[in-house]
Each structure stands twice: as structure tokens, then as C-alpha cells.
């Protein structure tokens, strides 16, 4: 997006379902896992750069023999700082006793990090927060072997306050009211009790305390923790967990809001936020990576056993379409041509924008991100334009010239590199004046590509602020002379805050919630919003599932098209010479091109979760008194 907004995080979990000896032989390393999972988080990289995190458990180690290891980074490529942490302990090892590089057994007994269950997670931080402590995974140690716990997801609980209150009244006293310590803390508690209930029923059975540790591994149901540890949760999730014993889950949420897909075969299981991740790592078709269904775990056993199992009932599916439209990598079959279709899907109303004018406008996009949406928009121009080619030449018929018919023919959308994003370039100056001007220059333009009066076309993922358009890209557009800039959005109007893990929380950042407050001073509404604010107020102390959305009714008294065009107002520069319109997709068009991800809640204000609309209340109950906090 032109707009940055920080968003999801990245998991991955792997799991070697053979000793490690067997990759040593067949693959050359028994450090085969530490590899994929290098690999695995770089290909999810989009989905954070704000820190790394990874936690190792090696299997069957003797007791006094360190079995877990975990490393975090919070250093500008993360990553890369993180496997040249791991590198450089491995290479350490290797120097000072070479009798380890042959010895498989010795690298596991000697060197951290190496070991069967790996699970590595990429963080952006939604918060503001970027201490190491922050980062992903989650250590909750304790010296029974099968009650450490680790954890690291993909998600924004609503209702932390909730679980929160949960933990003090069964007697935890958690060290921070976070949401992922939270959820630890409840999980680990459940895991705590049904351990502390298996040795009971073990001793009963004769066993003593050294022969029930193996027993208890044997038989401790995750899926049983998982749903009870899971009952009161209120928010979007993909959940990855390791048990100091071996034993591995990922759990997701049941309206699918978070993504998580798996594969398996005979060497390996894996599970990531995102599916081309695993087909390119492990070389695997699209065909082979399966998703993770809604409210499922997949859980893989300590004796390599894998399991989808039930946990929680699935609801009705919302998976969160801005994972099509932006966030996960375009190189996924099903996004790809999602993506091209959205553009696709716009080009009518660009068509009526420009008055048929095909000859005299030019197609672009803005950012990288939006090519695949461009290529869409573009292919339903060149569809457009060979019907209307077809049509002249049948018109004239038999008697066409050559000349004539190259000249039908040579009529084409004219598609230009417009804008580029000048990716070195680095606002550092924090006062206003300095620091405009310095934004004004981060895209730079191709003098020459649009001639003077023509229409400029430029297709974004998503205009969320519109800052950058504002200071920037449209100063920038207006130097070629154009005579009206359409700035094209292939995700519809974002007009209320997520609160599923996008950073997107308070309603006053978004342009269309301007524009729709605008249009309520300009006509004299300005007292239905001190309405829609008294409303929100008394739910305050409603249960959330009785609470309604009213916010909708902010923006009910206006079409979709009357708030596109008083965006392009407040975007427009006051010494802007072209016109300026904006056109946004419609939700019809976006359910038709992402019909599986169905979840539009930052569009419609129809949360998949009852969290979600306590929290858009509150969002807008924080705008109407003037707080600048979030809502959850």
C-alpha cells in the first residue's frame, strides 16, 4: 500500500518425523530442520520486520542435558541476525571439538538449537512495542519436562481484560495483561492441572515417578487442554505451541480470520501462515498443502503422530480478506488470480471515469504491491478495447485496406511505469515543514510517460490514511500535467478499526471516516454523531454479545460514492492542477473475486466476533472525547 500500516505476524512450525541421523545421511546436515526453518521465515518476511523469534526442543535427552533453545532478535533483519546467532554457535562448536561434525548424537547432546520440533515466528509490532521482550515465542519454564510450554501466533485477542480476570481467579498472578502472556498462562494452567492428574492416576497404576514421565508424554491429550484453555477466547488466531516433551500444535480460530496451512509426508510435518512458503521450501504442489480448517488444531504427538483434531465448533467462515488483497505474498495460485481479478473487476467504473477515453489514458499502479491487481485492470482494458476493434472492422467489412486495419489495430491501453518508490530515501527530519517536504520525495516519477490533458489512471492495494497520496504521490503525478488523476483502490472503503492483529485501531486515521464526518458538517448532521456516541456509551457495560455496531449509522446517512468523492477532496493539495477523483472497489466485487475469505469487517462493520463491535464502540466513544489511545 502507498499507505504503510503494520499488520499480521508469521509462524512455522516444523516437526522431523525421523532421527536426526536419517537427514544427516540423506540430506548431508542434521541441522536439515534449522535450514527449512531459515528458509521458512525468510519466505514469510513480508508478514514482519520488527523481530524474529525461534525455539528449538530436542527429543528423549537424558536428564541435566539442555533440551530447549530459543533466540530472538529484534536487530533491522532480524532473521538474518537470528541464524547468524545460531551459525556462529555451530561453527563455534565445530572449531573447538571437531570430533562433533561427524557425530550426530554429539551435535545433538552438545550443540543448542539443533533438534526434532522447531517453531519460528516473524512479528510486526501492533503496539508500538518493539522490546526483545515482545518478541515471539513465549517461554513458560517450569522443571516437570511436560509442563514447559512455548508458544508464538499469529493473532489480537478482544477480550483480554476477560482472560485476564480468568487467570486471578483460579490464583495466577500473571507479569503482564498482554495478550499472548495471557493466553500462555491460560493454556500452560490446563496443561499444569491435566499433567499433575495423569501422575496421579499413574502412581495409583504402581508406577513410580522416573517411569511415569514417558507415560504422561504417551497420554496427555492436547486437544483436551487446547479446548478448555481455549473456551472464552475472543479473537482472530493461528496459535503455535511446543511442549518441553516434544509434543506440537497449531491452533486456529473458529471464524478462520488468521491463516495457517499444513503438509506432511513420511519426513517431515509443517504448518505456516502461509501456504507458497511451504510449497517453495519443501518443493511441494499447491495441491499437497492443505488448510488448516477454523476452530482445528493440528496436533503432532511426541511419538510423531500427526492429528486434525476439533476444538472449537467452527462458526460462520470470515477469513480475513485483506490477507487476499495485501498482506500475504501474491505468489500464492488462489491469490494471484484473486488479485488480478480485483482489478479486473474495477474497470468498469474506471471505463465511466473517463468517458470511454481510452486513446487518451494511462494505466499505472502504486506500490510494487498492487502489479498483479494492475495486470487484472489492464487485461479488462485490452478486452474492452478488442471488442471494440472487432466491432470497426465487421462495421467496414470486406472492404477494409491494410491501412485502415493497422490502424484499428494499433489502438492499445497505453500501460507506463509512472511512479517509483524511491526506497533508500529516509524521513528523518521529525519537524513538520522539513519532514513534508523530504515525503514529497520519496516517489519519483517518469518525466515523459503521460502527455499534457491525458487522464492518469493509478491503481493502489488500499487507501487507508491517504498521507501519502496527499503529501506525496499526487504532488508528484501533477508534474506531468495530466488532466485528471483517478487513483484507483482494488480494496473497498476502510472505514472501522480492526482488532484481529492489523494495525488499524482508531477511527480518525482512516480518510473515509473524515470524509463521512465532512460530509455530516457540511450538512448540519453533526447531531446524530453526538447520538451515535450516547448510544455507543451505554453499551459500555453491555455483554459483548449483545452489543451492536452503531457505528454503521455514522456512515448510513451517505452512498459509498458520495464519501469516494469527498476523499478525493481532502486529498486533493490545495495547488493541485489536475483533477482528482478516487474510485473504490465494492464489497459485491470483492466477495466475487475472494469468495473463500469472506471476513470484511474493516469495510462493513460486520465483525466476525462479538469482541469486535465492544471494540469499534469504544473506538469511536475514544474519537468523540478526544482520546488518542486504542480501543482494545
Same mark, same amino acid.
Given at each position: 500500500m502507498?499507505?504503510?500500516?503494520?499488520?499480521?505476524?508469521?509462524?512455522?512450525?516444523?516437526?522431523?518425523?525421523?532421527?536426526? %541421523?536419517?537427514?544427516?545421511?540423506?540430506?548431508?546436515?542434521?541441522?536439515?530442520?534449522? +535450514?527449512?526453518?531459515?528458509?521458512?521465515?525468510?519466505?514469510?518476511?513480508?508478514?514482519?520486520?520488527?523481530?524474529?523469534?525461534?525455539? =528449538?526442543?530436542?527429543?528423549?535427552?537424558?536428564?541435566? %542435558?539442555?533440551?530447549?533453545?530459543?533466540?530472538?532478535?529484534?536487530?533491522?533483519?532480524?532473521?538474518?541476525?537470528?541464524?547468524?546467532?545460531?551459525?556462529?554457535?555451530?561453527?563455534?562448536?565445530?572449531? %573447538?571439538?571437531?570430533?562433533?561434525?561427524?557425530?550426530?548424537?554429539?551435535?545433538?547432546?552438545?550443540?543448542?538449537?539443533?533438534?526434532?520440533?522447531?517453531? /519460528?515466528?516473524?512479528?510486526?509490532?501492533?503496539?508500538? #512495542? +518493539? =522490546?526483545?521482550?515482545?518478541?515471539?515465542?513465549?517461554?513458560?519454564?517450569?522443571?516437570?519436562?511436560?509442563?514447559?510450554?512455548?508458544?508464538?501466533?499469529?493473532?489480537?485477542?478482544?477480550?483480554?481484560?476477560?482472560?485476564?480476570?480468568?487467570?486471578?481467579?483460579? /490464583?495466577?498472578?500473571?507479569?503482564?495483561?498482554?495478550?499472548?502472556?495471557?493466553?500462555?498462562?491460560?493454556?500452560?494452567?490446563?496443561?499444569?492441572?491435566?499433567?499433575?492428574?495423569?501422575?496421579?492416576?499413574? #502412581?495409583?497404576? /504402581?508406577? +513410580?515417578?522416573?517411569?511415569?514421565?514417558?507415560?504422561?508424554?504417551?497420554?496427555?491429550?492436547?486437544?483436551?487442554?487446547?479446548?478448555?484453555?481455549?473456551?472464552?477466547?475472543?479473537?482472530?488466531?493461528?496459535?503455535?505451541?511446543?511442549?518441553?516433551?516434544?509434543?506440537?500444535?497449531?491452533?486456529?480460530?473458529?471464524?478462520?480470520?488468521?491463516?495457517?496451512?499444513?503438509?506432511?509426508?513420511?519426513?517431515?510435518?509443517?504448518?505456516?501462515?502461509?501456504?507458497?512458503?511451504?510449497?517453495?521450501?519443501?518443493?511441494?504442489?499447491?495441491?499437497?498443502?492443505?488448510?488448516?480448517?477454523?476452530?482445528?488444531?493440528?496436533?503432532?504427538?511426541?511419538? /510423531?503422530?500427526?492429528?486434525?483434531?476439533?476444538?472449537?465448533?467452527?462458526?460462520?467462515?470470515?477469513?480475513?480478506?485483506?490477507?487476499?488483497?495485501?498482506?500475504?505474498r501474491g505468489s500464492d495460485k488462489e491469490i494471484y488470480q484473486e488479485r488480478k481479478m480485483l482489478g479486473k473487476l474495477l474497470f468498469p467504473l474506471i471505463l465511466k471515469s473517463i468517458d470511454d477515453d481510452i486513446k487518451n489514458t494511462v494505466f499505472s499502479y502504486i506500490p510494487n504491491t498492487a502489479e498483479t491487481s494492475f495486470f487484472g485492470m489492464v487485461i479488462a482494458a485490452q478486452n474492452y478495447m478488442n471488442k471494440k476493434k472487432e466491432e470497426q472492422i465487421l462495421s467496414i467489412g470486406r472492404k477494409i485496406t491494410r491501412e485502415e486495419l493497422h490502424e484499428i489495430l494499433e489502438v492499445r491501453p497505453r500501460i507506463e511505469k509512472v511512479a517509483i518508490k524511491d526506497a533508500k530515501l529516509r524521513t528523518f527530519i521529525t519537524q513538520d515543514s522539513s519532514r513534508d517536504d523530504l515525503v514529497a520525495h520519496v516517489y519519483d516519477i517518469s518525466y515523459g510517460s503521460v502527455k499534457e490533458n491525458d487522464n492518469l489512471v493509478i491503481i493502489d492495494d488500499s487507501i487507508v490514511r491517504g498521507t501519502t497520496l496527499q503529501k506525496s504521490i499526487l504532488r508528484i503525478l501533477d508534474r506531468l500535467l495530466p488532466k485528471k488523476i483517478i487513483v484507483v483502490s482494488s480494496a473497498p472503503q476502510i472505514r472501522y478499526p480492526d482488532c484481529y492483529g492489523i494495525d488499524m485501531a482508531k477511527l480518525e486515521d482512516f480518510v473515509a471516516f473524515k470524509a463521512a464526518l465532512a460530509l455530516h458538517e457540511e450538512r448540519n448532521t453533526m447531531h446524530l454523531v453526538e447520538e451515535i456516541y450516547k448510544k455507543c456509551l451505554l453499551q459500555t457495560q453491555t455483554h459483548d454479545s449483545e452489543v451492536v455496531n452503531y457505528v454503521k449509522e455514522f456512515y448510513a446517512p451517505f452512498t459509498a460514492d458520495e464519501i469516494s468523492d469527498k476523499i478525493g477532496q481532502l486529498l486533493s493539495p490545495p495547488d493541485i492542477k489536475a483533477k482528482v477523483q478516487v474510485i473504490y472497489q465494492n464489497i459485491e466485487n470483492l466477495h466475487e473475486a475472494c469468495p473463500k475469505n469472506l471476513g470484511d469487517w474493516y469495510f462493513t462493520g460486520n465483525y466476525p466476533t462479538p469482541g469486535g463491535n465492544r471494540v469499534v464502540n469504544r473506538a469511536f466513544i475514544n474519537f468523540f472525547e478526544g482520546k488518542n489511545e486504542r480501543a482494545y
Open positions: 502507498s499507505d504503510a500500516i503494520k499488520h499480521e505476524c508469521g509462524i512455522s512450525l516444523i516437526r522431523l518425523l525421523k532421527p536426526l %541421523e536419517y537427514y544427516q545421511e540423506k540430506y548431508g546436515s542434521a541441522f536439515y530442520g534449522v +535450514n527449512k526453518m531459515y528458509l521458512m521465515m525468510e519466505k514469510q518476511h513480508n508478514r514482519g520486520q520488527d523481530g524474529a523469534g525461534f525455539a =528449538s526442543i530436542k527429543l528423549d535427552m537424558e536428564a541435566g %542435558e539442555r533440551y530447549m533453545s530459543r533466540v530472538r532478535s529484534i536487530d533491522q533483519q532480524p532473521i538474518q541476525d537470528i541464524f547468524a546467532q545460531i551459525n556462529d554457535r555451530i561453527n563455534t562448536s565445530f572449531k %573447538e571439538n571437531p570430533e562433533y561434525i561427524n557425530d550426530v548424537a554429539k551435535q545433538k547432546k552438545h550443540i543448542p538449537y539443533i533438534g526434532e520440533v522447531l517453531l /519460528g515466528h516473524v512479528r510486526y509490532g501492533t503496539f508500538g #512495542k +518493539n =522490546s526483545i521482550e515482545s518478541v515471539h515465542p513465549f517461554l513458560r519454564q517450569n522443571n516437570w519436562m511436560h509442563r514447559n510450554l512455548i508458544v508464538a501466533g499469529n493473532f489480537n485477542m478482544t477480550n483480554v481484560n476477560e482472560l485476564f480476570d480468568n487467570l486471578i481467579q483460579i /490464583g495466577q498472578h500473571p507479569k503482564e495483561k498482554a495478550d499472548t502472556v495471557t493466553v500462555m498462562e491460560k493454556i500452560g494452567h490446563f496443561l499444569d492441572d491435566a499433567v499433575a492428574q495423569l501422575y496421579k492416576d499413574i #502412581k495409583k497404576e /504402581g508406577f +513410580n515417578k522416573r517411569e511415569a514421565s514417558p507415560i504422561i508424554a504417551e497420554r496427555l491429550n492436547v486437544a483436551k487442554i487446547l479446548r478448555r484453555a481455549a473456551k472464552n477466547f475472543d479473537g482472530g488466531y493461528a496459535m503455535a505451541g511446543m511442549l518441553g516433551h516434544g509434543d506440537s500444535f497449531v491452533l486456529r480460530d473458529p471464524a478462520g480470520i488468521r491463516p495457517a496451512y499444513y503438509y506432511k509426508d513420511d519426513e517431515i510435518a509443517v504448518v505456516a501462515s502461509e501456504r507458497p512458503a511451504i510449497q517453495t521450501v519443501f518443493n511441494v504442489s499447491f495441491e499437497d498443502v492443505k488448510e488448516l480448517d477454523p476452530g482445528h488444531a493440528i496436533i503432532i504427538k511426541k511419538n /510423531g503422530k500427526v492429528k486434525i483434531k476439533r476444538i472449537l465448533e467452527p462458526t460462520e467462515r470470515k477469513a480475513c480478506s485483506f490477507e487476499r488483497i495485501y498482506f500475504s
